[in-house]
């Protein structure tokens, strides 16, 4: 059982930076693709970030791509996501999210979760 404890959200201007952390713990995620979501008020959860664990290859929303970078350390069963050039846009509660899953194309959800963890955008 994968548990997935994510920190490092808070409050940050327009054009600023933020650095998101998930801690893993529970399995191995050698087969794994790991990732980030996001919830914004009154929208539904949508996809932000995958990176597959052994390898490191990475995608992206597009409405983050250029801006996001995800990572992993594989020793030390830890994910970021590196967040630049904010906008209020990006305001939402993120989510750590492990064993990612496609449905056609599209990655749309995950076997396992973290608790969230407030990211706010101010202009």
């Known amino acids: 059982q994968v548990q997935l404890v994510e920190s490092g959200g808070g409050l940050v201007q327009a054009g600023g930076s933020l650095r998101l952390s998930c801690a893993a713990s529970g399995r191995t995620f050698d087969s794994y693709f790991m990732g980030w979501f996001r919830q914004a008020p009154g929208k539904e959860r949508e996809f932000v970030a995958v990176i597959a664990w052994s390898g490191g290859s990475t995608s992206y929303a597009d409405s983050v791509k250029g801006r996001f970078t995800i990572s992993r350390d594989k020793g030390k069963n830890m994910m970021n996501l590196q967040m630049s050039q904010l906008k209020p846009e990006d305001t939402a509660v993120y989510y750590c999210?492990?064993?990612?899953?496609?449905?056609?194309?599209?990655?749309?959800?995950?076997?396992?979760w973290g608790q969230g963890t407030q990211v706010t955008v101010s202009s």
């Open positions: 999210a492990g064993d990612l899953r496609r449905y056609g194309s599209r990655w749309s959800t995950a076997n396992y």
